[in-house]
């Protein structure tokens, strides 16, 4: 399998526009010492190692008072709001809001693909406003990826979108998502 990479505008969405006005001296000195520079352009690619510790990084340094596994999904979320400000975001997001939750869950695979090479996605059906998303995230970034589903089902119109890790293994994670169609 060729290497694992996960390309700039993730980056931008999380750490350039996501994090804007939080990344402290400490936060900035800290994601330098796992490979990413804040104060230089951003590089087109990174390798999945430096991603899934800048986002380490960054969960412990601005969540320190909640589980890290919340701590990930709450940069999960702050990502997917950033990445709506970048050129390719805009792009994408004005799609997802026209398919719907269960559309736009559908195309999970497409939509992680554009922020890296390596992301595989299956969908089962449960019920029409529930389905069970199988990815190959692994490790703590797997909360990560819980947080950008939830907001990434917000973006599609979902109402009370919830995602939970519903089982995962070493090379996976199978989440279930459940939304309200409709205004409240």
């Not at 990413?36 to 352009?41: N, Y």
Request: aromatic share 10%; proline share 5%; glycine share 10%.
């Amino acid at each position: 399998m060729p290497e694992k990479l996960v390309f700039e505008h993730t980056f931008e969405g999380l750490f350039v526009r996501g994090l804007a006005g939080r990344v402290t001296p400490v936060l900035r000195d800290r994601l330098h010492e796992v490979g990413l520079d804040l104060k230089k352009k951003l590089r087109p690619a990174y390798d999945f190692d430096i991603w899934c510790s800048a986002v380490r990084v960054a969960a412990q340094e601005l969540h320190p008072d909640v589980p890290p596994e919340e701590g990930y999904a709450l940069l999960g979320e702050r990502m997917v709001d950033g990445y709506r400000e970048t050129a390719m975001g805009r792009a994408l997001f004005s799609v997802i809001q026209l398919l719907g939750p269960r559309r736009g869950v559908g195309r999970a695979q497409q939509m992680f693909r554009s922020g890296n090479n390596y992301t595989e996605a299956r969908i089962e059906d449960v019920s029409s406003n529930e389905v069970d998303l199988w990815m190959n995230e692994a490790g703590p970034i797997r909360y990560f990826t819980q947080g950008a589903l939830r907001a990434g089902l917000r973006a599609t119109g979902a109402v009370q979108p919830l995602v939970t890790v519903a089982g995962f293994t070493s090379a996976d994670v199978t989440y279930r998502c459940t939304w309200r169609n409709g205004v409240v």
